[in-house]
């Protein structure tokens, strides 16, 4: 189970997915939203990760499990 990361890329306006140990992105996006569903597509075709979103300042901002991975310890979403 690979996670994948979600951050700003800092020498464009671009976001990239990576997957987590890479060294190169998976893909570039030009909003956070599509980089987010493509990073939620990379998961759910690798058998199930987490995904996690950085604020442009590096910090992780949020965390989601896509199915079929279990989260172990699952909060209740007050997002959704």
């Known amino acids: 189970m690979a996670n994948y ?8 306006e671009d976001w990239e997915v990576k997957k987590e140990g890479a060294s190169r992105a998976s893909g570039r996006y030009p909003t956070q939203t599509k980089a987010e569903k493509a990073a939620k597509e990379f998961c759910a075709e690798s058998g199930g990760c ?3 979103t950085h ?7 949020d965390t989601d499990t896509v199915p079929p991975a279990n989260d172990p310890f699952p909060p209740e979403d007050k997002k959704h």
């Open 5 to 12: 990361h979600v951050m700003k890329d800092k020498n464009s």
């Open 50 to 52: 987490e995904v996690r």
């Open 55 to 61: 604020a442009p300042d590096g910090k992780i901002r």
